[in-house]
């Protein structure tokens, strides 16, 4: 088996990066500074998650999939989310380089699979960017309408919707966010600490509230789907979970990064997997499932239903924070895969380029953030949570086959973090994630193949033939 896998791995679109030049490129000139600590990259991961998926997908989904059974909708999902989350910790404990799934592949599957994964990574991040900073600018706009401003159609709608000329909050946002992460790392985890804090204050605000109109009446019945429906529910909430592997990017810019990745990746899973479900239990106790409907924003629609209106407009400043902290997050994330691929030689060196003064991917970060405001304000995006799915599902696939060809590729490699249960824990991972993936719609699907086509289209063009990996040892 072993000598077939070294024939494989010989082509060059299979050459892999040895861990230890992976490590050592980190430390060179390129590297990144370690400005964050422990606590920081738990609060970076609960912020790249608790956001848009809690405040705004959780009344839709119980009311169109699993009625009150949204409630293991999520634990399905968060224990998808745990089982992923054991792989990449193994991966980045191994390799604390920025880059993650990227980085991780080039690893252990060789370069093709880390550009698939790259340019997967670089929908992912790019259209939840876009898409999150539309749902804050909405946001903004009901809160400013109940205070008794109103801003002008033509500056809160992209071309062609309700007289729209582009969406200029959701610009805004994303400019800000761009500004700061180009100031400095340790700025915006300062900014995310407070934002983190302010969100799950919110939350447990809710469900204080919450749990004294908890009528037992609503959760009856309590799987009016079926299990089929728990599983399209589980398909659909998903998103809510999405953005916790963009605490691995930060891998070049954590102290003792074989210790606390691991550590921070999990117990972020976990926090966010009981705040869902503490959450989707309370929402669907107070009002029936039913009501849920077409509501964007049923967080705050079940405090209104049950007259408590101040909670409600406190609810949604702490959807906006959460919001915010999501696009901090996946702008974050975007950019280091960038920066990543670039040092690779896979992507133009102008994305590598570190910035003098601030220490930070200026440049690619000015970039980003400049295509994902465009995006923003003149597209109408939909169909975005499937989208972003399937491409997070697709992710998780390759990293854990990739911890299963490693260990066989590498058994004897120093893991200070080893995935337990080997094969079955990554082998149900890829079973799982692949069930999530067919339960999406075929359209989501098609988009996805064709993203990727023209990916593999620019590998062969301009990433094969620059790679600064040409020439080294196929092996690691």
Known sequence: MIPLLQSVRSHAMFRTKPIQDLVGQSQGEH????????????????GAVVGTGIFVITGVAAADYAGPAIVLSFVISGLI?????????????????????????????GEIWAWIIGWDLI??????????????????????????????PALINPPGVAGGLCNLPAVLIILAIT???????????????????????????FLFLGY???????????????????????????????????????????????????????????IVMILYVAVAAVLTG?????????????????????????????????????????ILASLYGQTRIFFAMARDGLLPRFFAEIHTTFHTPAKVTLLVGLVTATLAAF??????????????????????????????VQPDAERPFRCPLMP????????????????????????????????????????QKNSKNNGSSTGS
């Not at 929908?123 to 008794?148: K, P």
């Not at 990064?257 to 976990?270: D, E, F, W």
């Not at 079940?302 to 406190?314: F, M, P, Q, S």
């Not at 597209?379 to 060809?405: C, K, Q, R, S, Y």
Request: charged letters at 10%; one cysteine or more; hydrophobic letters at 60%.
């Open 286 to 326: 107070m009002v029936p499932y039913p009501d849920f409907h077409q509501t964007g924003a049923p967080v705050a629609f079940a405090l209104d239903r049950i007259g408590i209106t101040w909670g409600a407009a406190l609810v949604s400043v702490g959807a906006l924070c959460g919001i915010t902290s999501v």
């Open 424 to 463: 079955w824990i990554p082998l149900l991972c890829i079973v799982s994630c692949a069930c999530l993936i067919m339960m999406l719609p075929t359209v989501t699907q098609l988009r996805f193949i064709i993203w990727m086509a023209v990916g593999l289209i620019l590998y062969f063009v301009f990433g």
């Open 81 to 109: 989310c745990i089982l992923a989350a054991l792989c990449y910790a193994e991966f980045s404990a191994m390799v604390p380089v920025a880059g993650s799934a990227y980085t991780y592949c080039y690893a252990s599957l």
């Open 179 to 205: 500004a700061i992460l180009i100031v400095g790392m340790k700025e915006s985890a300062r900014l995310n600490t407070l934002i983190v804090i302010v969100n799950v204050t919110v939350i447990l605000l």
């Open 212 to 270: 004294s109109h908890i009528d037992a009446v609503n959760w009856h019945p309590f799987m009016p789907f079926g299990l089929n429906g728990v599983f399209a529910g589980a398909a659909i909430v998903f998103f809510a979970y999405i953005g916790f592997d963009a605490v691995l990017t930060a891998a070049e810019e954590i102290e003792n990064p074989q210790k606390n990745l691991p550590a921070g990746i999990i117990v972020s899973v976990v």
């Open 379 to 408: 597209l109408p995006l939909d169909l975005i949570a499937e989208l972003v799915n399937i491409g997070t599902l697709a992710a998780f696939i390759i990293v854990a086959f990739g911890i299963l060809m490693l260990r066989k």
């Open 123 to 152: 929908l992912e991040y790019a259209v939840s960017i876009s898409a999150v900073s539309i749902g804050w600018s909405a946001y903004v706009v009901n809160l400013l309408n109940d205070f008794g401003i109103s801003l002008p």
């Open 31 to 46: 590297g990144l500074e370690k400005v964050l600590r422990p606590y920081e990259l738990v609060l970076l991961g609960i």
